[in-house]
């Protein structure tokens, strides 16, 4: 069943060299329970499109200029700020890459939890405390009951990222979105971050997880949505994409990554850098990368065509007869 | 790795036989003053008794975590630290000795590449100026300093032409190659790269680290590469340590340890990695974070957070042990089989 969906999105920030898309088209559908990976490198919009869904983006200079964002059947672009602050933190709740300056530096990590409960539930002080409590222990912080008073700086980066995720799950939203939660972390706490999300994530709970590792989606992940310069360039099932990657972006950026190898290794690399979104291309924005483009990848943009079974990907050889008509 | 190489100037060092950089037992501490009358003082061991060596044309990879001294044994090697005990020779000789004339001649031979490429480099002074100042300063321009700012930028992969242009007009890749030109403007023997890729995108990560690989072959470089990231660092260094708080505690050949790895602690680095399509492995015994450098437990640092920790890693610090190519440092292995290691057992201070 659907939770979330995602239709024709595109976000828009001017500056003063001009106006650009920084999110272009995308439309995606998030199931109850469901863990979606949005992959990426830095700049291609996955964050902006996270930010988009609960209309967090900052304006000016931001603006969604276009699309739809329903959840639970209800159009979230629409609602006025006071229905929208409901859904906020109550139905979607965020974790963000940064504990430190998500968290406020000035208040107690009891109080800033302790706050969101008083708009979203009917609990008194004393009850929200307890309920915050009980939250710190069971994402595994060691002397909770002290801890509580602690203020954030005083918590070690792996703390601060549990308190985080004790808050977005307090409430028992619907889904989850976390940006880049684990970046600014060591390995070792990672891979404890991700045990926690993976355990306490209860059955119904959807995760949009935005990484640009895929290592990290693929332990965390049921399915995969690739974009590259503020386009979706291809999506599918997590076995799939990494058996059978279709977009020559997706092909390129999984032979780059760094195996574990036993001395001096040349590595695959992708020539050439992302194009500046000032100035995308006319037609494909991977044309300039792509060793297979040809004449209609400078003329026209692709559309996400099927090129297996649930399996999506915006490139003319996807395209049936391979695209050159 | 022989110790009278020690006594040797410049002069006799020999590339063939001797180690380029030789390190024993470096400390660097770093006082925490309490308040302003308070005379409680404590230390930040951030650097705590490391000892290793580096042959020319070689690579170590020193890898570790957050906050486990491994940029600052870095920073202390290109003395912008001060060493509170221990012996660096460079080249035959006595690094922490020479005197400031010295060592600013010594400086030439022994670059870095930071990790942030932009706040690396000064963004009033168009590229020529930063990739050619070092020239100017040892007087060693070969032509003029548009012609030789034009041939180093070719020479890390970017177009000749842009020697007027300003790092902000840059993207973060081309910024670490201007930082690599800087570097290798001076000719050294020796880069230390801290975290030299961890800012850039996978994509342009293996560039990056394909041009590593090609200016060290071209140029018979040796690499100080320092890194979080054991996948990373295991495409690029022919001997891996890992440290652990202020210490290392095991090296080897890169091959050896990724394959083999004899510390919990490789051990548990190693399995926190998430590898893509591999099966996903049961990560239960990844637990704890680093404690304070401030308050080091007692014994093995590692014991508290250790799958495999026994009473007496508590108690004693473990013996350094090492054999020809590896060195461990963990109770585990205190009564090895000789097989094991057929080499002597060592004691007190190693090198790796």
Redesign the interface.
């Known amino acids: 069943m659907t939770l979330l969906s995602v239709e024709n999105l595109a976000v828009e920030f001017t500056v003063d060299e001009g106006t650009f898309r920084a999110v272009d088209d995308v439309s995606f559908r998030i199931s109850r329970g469901e863990s979606l990976g949005l992959v990426g490198e830095s700049g291609c919009g996955k964050s902006v499109t996270a930010l988009a869904l609960t209309r967090l983006i900052p304006s000016p200079p931001g603006r969604i200029a276009s699309g739809s964002v329903h959840f639970q059947g209800r159009d979230l672009l629409g609602l006025k700020p006071h229905a929208l602050r409901a859904v906020r933190g109550n139905d979607i709740s965020m974790i963000f890459q940064e504990p430190l300056s998500a968290l406020s530096p000035l208040h107690r990590v009891g109080r800033q939890m302790t706050e969101g409960l008083g708009f979203h539930s009917s609990m008194t002080k004393k009850e929200a405390r307890q309920y915050a409590l009980s939250w710190l222990e069971k994402v595994g912080i060691p002397d909770a009951r002290h801890r509580i008073d602690s203020y954030p700086f005083q918590l070690s980066g792996g703390m601060q990222q549990r308190v985080m995720i004790a808050m977005a799950l307090m409430l028992s939203p619907g889904l989850i979105v976390a940006d880049e939660p684990t970046t600014a972390l060591d390995v070792t706490t990672q891979a404890q971050i991700f045990r926690l999300i993976t355990e306490m994530k209860q059955n119904e709970t959807a995760l949009l997880l935005i990484t640009h590792d895929m290592g990290v989606v693929w332990e965390m992940c049921d399915r995969v949505i690739v974009m590259y310069a503020s386009r979706i360039v291809e999506s599918a099932a997590i076995e799939e994409i990494f058996s059978r990657p279709c977009h020559p972006y997706t092909i390129g950026l999984l032979e780059a990554i760094p195996k574990l190898a036993g001395g001096r290794n040349y590595l695959k690399d992708i020539a050439g850098q992302v194009p500046s979104p000032l100035n995308y291309p006319q037609g494909c924005n991977f044309q300039e990368r792509c060793e297979h483009a040809f004449d209609r990848c400078r003329m026209e943009t692709p559309e996400l065509v099927e090129c297996g079974e649930d399996h999506l990907a915006a490139c003319f050889l996807a395209y049936p007869g391979g695209g050159r008509s | 790795m022989k110790k009278n190489s020690r006594l040797r100037g410049d002069n006799n060092w020999d590339p063939e036989k001797h180690p380029l950089l030789e390190v024993s037992g470096l400390k660097t501490w770093f006082e925490l003053k309490g308040g302003m009358f308070s005379r409680r003082t404590d230390r930040i061991r951030a650097v705590d008794g490391v000892g290793f060596s580096l042959m020319q044309n070689e ?1 170590l990879g020193l890898v570790g ?2 906050g486990c001294g491994k940029t600052t044994l870095g920073r202390t090697l290109l003395g912008l630290e001060t060493a509170g005990g221990g012996e660096v020779f460079f080249r035959g000789r006595p690094l922490l000795k020479l005197s400031k004339k010295e060592m600013n001649l010594m400086r030439r031979r022994l670059q870095v590449v930071f990790q942030d490429p932009l706040s690396s480099l000064n963004p009033r002074m168009n590229v020529m100026d930063i990739i050619t100042e070092g020239l100017v300063q040892f007087k060693m321009l070969k032509d003029s300093r548009a012609g030789d700012a034009a041939r180093l930028l070719r020479e890390v992969g970017l177009d000749g032409e842009m020697i007027y242009r300003f790092p902000h007009e840059f ?4 910024r670490q190659r201007i930082n690599i030109a800087r570097a290798l403007s001076m000719r050294p023997d020796l880069i230390i790269c801290d975290e030299a890729v961890s800012a850039l ?7 990056v ?2 041009l590593l ?1 090609d200016l ?1 072959k071209q140029h018979n470089l040796s690499y100080l590469f320092i890194s ?5 660092v ?5 001997r891996i340590a890992v440290m652990y708080m202020g210490r290392i505690v095991e090296s080897g ?3 050896d340890v ?2 083999k790895p004899l510390h919990p602690y490789t051990r ?10 591999e099966k ?1 492995v049961e ?1 239960q015994a ?2 704890g ?2 404690p304070s450098s401030a308050e080091p437990p007692p014994g093995c640092r590692f014991h508290p957070r250790c799958p495999e920790a026994m009473d007496v890693c508590g108690r004693e610090h473990p013996e350094e042990i090492s054999s020809d190519s590896r060195f461990i440092c963990c109770h585990l292995y205190s009564r090895i089989p000789p097989e094991a290691f057929p080499d002597s057992r060592g004691s007190g201070q190693s090198s790796v």
């Open positions: 690579t975590e957050s993207s973060g890749g081309q995108d996978v994509s342009i990560q293996a560039q680290i394909n690989l060290q979080h990231d054991l996948s990373v295991s495409n690029i260094a022919d050949p890169t091959a990724i394959e548990m680095l190693l399995a926190a990695i998430p590898v893509a399509g996903r990560k990844i637990k974070e680093t």
